[in-house]
Each structure stands twice: as C-alpha cells, then as structure tokens.
Nanobody
Framework: QVQLVESGGGLVQAGGSLRLSCAAS????????MGWYRQAPGKQRELVAT???????NYAEPVKGRFTISRDNAKNTVYLQMNSLKPEDTAVYYC?????????WGQGTQVTVSS
C-alpha cells in the first residue's frame, strides 16, 4: 500500500501563486510516475502534470508555462508550483503515484482562485 498526503491548497486571487506538495509513504516502488490531476465541480477529473522517476515531465495544455511539477525522490515527494492562477484553475487537486505494482491516489486538496 502507498499512501499519499497532499497539502498547500487554499484560496488565492487571480494572478497569484500556490505550491502544492504530496508526500508518499508505505511500500513505494522506486521507479514510479507521480502526477497531479484536478476535478472541478460538474466536470471529470483531468490530468494537470506528471513526472517520471527520471524527471521527464508532461503538462496539460491549459497549464503549460504557468505550472511546474517537480519531485524529490529522496523524500518521496512531488510538488506543483502554480503561478498566474486563473479562476478556471479552481478545482480539487489530486496527487497520484503509479508503478508496475500499484496505482494510488491522495484525498485531494482544494484550490480556489477568486476573480
């Protein structure tokens, strides 16, 4: 079992920044991909960004150039730096860790961007 705990969500004005963190614990397989997903009210959960163990990244088009995903493998932690936030970024943000042995999700952290 792998447990994921997100933190760093909150309320911010449009144009502001937030940094999300997700700490993994448990039976972590070293080679894994970690990522952030989000779900806005009434919408399906969607990809925000992913990062492999080796550091390769992938971003959804709406966040390219504004969000940066990074990870600290020694701490089993993934981060999402969110800049130039927009009201449409409002959602619950979920952390995910996946490998050949598991696919785990966190409980989510709310991000609200006011206009």
């Amino acid at each position: 079992q792998v447990q994921l705990v997100e933190s760093g969500g909150g309320l911010v004005q449009a144009g502001g920044s937030l940094r999300l963190s997700c700490a993994a614990s448990g039976s972590i397989f070293r080679v894994n991909t970690m990522g952030w997903y989000r779900q806005a009210p009434g919408k399906q959960r969607e990809l925000v960004a992913t990062i492999t163990f080796g550091g390769s990244t992938n971003y959804a088009e709406p966040v390219k150039g504004r969000f940066t995903i990074s990870r600290d493998n020694a701490k089993n932690t993934v981060y999402l730096q969110m800049n130039s936030l927009k009201p449409e970024d409002t959602a619950v943000y979920y952390c995910r860790s996946s490998s050949m042995y598991y696919d785990s999700w966190g409980q989510g952290t709310q991000v609200t961007v006011s206009s």
